[in-house]
């Protein structure tokens, strides 16, 4: 049966053109995607993001448990709603999930995992806890709501509730703080300035309506896809998955190797790999007419193959673009296997737009 979050009926009320997003009802847009990536670009959009599964970790070896479960270190983190981005490995270093990790306090730590992978997760994180003084609390009656863009401060903090002193303007980037139940973080999947906010359901409709009331263009998966695209961040089941590890999905940056006799689940298989000449993960723009698709063969200069992972339109660049998994001797220019037609691409580092500026140097 399809799960529907509790803003499901407010997306209809919209006219949200809804589908099926791994078991969940989920609104793909409301009108015009390309004008809901530009609003985001520009101003401000928001998503229902409820789908994603939240995850309290609770216990006196809260800290050293997540130390073992995660490729990251999350000793990292000091202050309260200090964010970390991680992998969570198998033992042969295949990506089981990504995910963000908050720190509360050494006893207390809150994750976000994919709707996609919630099951499997679970299941994964409860069995490696048996041996740590911990528990793993799934928290389903949370509700969670991005609003992203560059105006996304000046619309969101006038609606939180009361925090005596402080406003959610001063969270730092990659950092959350308590509005009493509500925790907002200053994270995001659009490579836009905003806020994850995660509240209680039954807040999430009306906060839903106060957003609309200023002026908050409701956003669905499509401009998601295509702003995350942009910004060079992987989804999970295209970009990487069981059968990848980090060295070759472009991840690397989120392995913490040191402490060196820190014993991860995967790093002795990461190290290994580590030894080895790797795929690389890199960005293409489209030089010709078409459009990069997932599964599109790439063609190196000296006859090796790669793959894109991601690809599509870009509505800030009006070009067609794209992430891809390569041999390590690719070259500043590739082709790409097009319906058999082989078209020329220029190679770029995984990052194509950021705070609604192009970062690509030719652009």
Avoid at 19 to 34: A, E, K, L, R, T
Avoid at 93 to 101: H, P
């Amino acid at each position: 049966m399809t799960k529907k979050t509790i803003l499901n009926d407010a997306h209809r009320e919209l006219g949200a053109r809804m589908v099926d997003f791994g078991g969940w009802d989920m609104p793909v847009n409301y009108g015009s995607q390309i004008d809901e990536h530009h609003e985001v670009r520009k101003a401000v959009g928001m998503f229902d993001v409820s789908h994603m599964t939240v995850i309290d970790i609770n216990g006196t070896q809260a800290k050293p448990f997540l130390q073992y479960l995660l490729a990251n270190d999350v000793t990292k983190l000091t202050r309260q709603g200090h964010a970390l981005y991680s992998c969570m490995l198998n033992k042969t270093a295949g990506i089981i999930d990504d995910l963000i990790v908050y720190f509360l306090d050494d006893t207390h730590y809150r994750m976000v995992v994919n709707a996609s992978t919630r099951d499997k997760d679970l299941a994964w994180i409860e069995k490696q806890a048996g041996p740590f003084d911990v528990t793993v609390n799934e928290r389903p009656t949370l509700a969670m709501i991005a609003v992203q863009g560059p105006k996304a401060r000046q619309k969101v903090c006038p609606l939180l509730p009361d925090r005596l002193g402080f406003s959610a303007a001063e969270i730092k980037p990659f950092s959350a703080c308590w509005f009493g139940e509500w925790f907002v973080g200053r994270t995001g999947y659009t490579g836009e300035d905003g806020f994850e906010i995660i509240l209680p359901e039954n807040k999430a409709e009306g906060f839903w309506k106060q957003l609309l009331e200023v002026g908050v263009k409701p956003c669905g998966l499509g401009a998601r896809d295509t702003l995350r695209l942009e910004a060079g961040m992987n989804l999970y089941g295209q970009d990487m998955d069981e059968s990848k590890h980090p060295l070759e999905s472009g991840l690397g940056w989120t392995v913490a190797w040191q402490p060196e006799d820190r014993d991860f689940i995967g790093r002795s298989a990461l190290e290994a790999n580590r030894k080895q000449t790797n795929d690389q993960f890199v960005g293409l723009i489209l030089e010709d007419k078409g459009i990069l698709r997932g599964h599109q063969t790439v063609v190196l200069d000296d006859g090796l193959k790669g793959e894109i992972t991601s690809g599509g339109y870009s509505p800030t660049m009006e070009r067609s673009i794209a992430l891809a998994r390569v041999p390590a001797t690719i070259g500043k220019t590739c082709k790409i296997d097009i319906r058999g037609k082989l078209k020329e691409a220029t190679v770029v580092k995984p990052c194509f737009v950021r705070q609604g500026k192009v970062q690509i140097e030719n652009e």
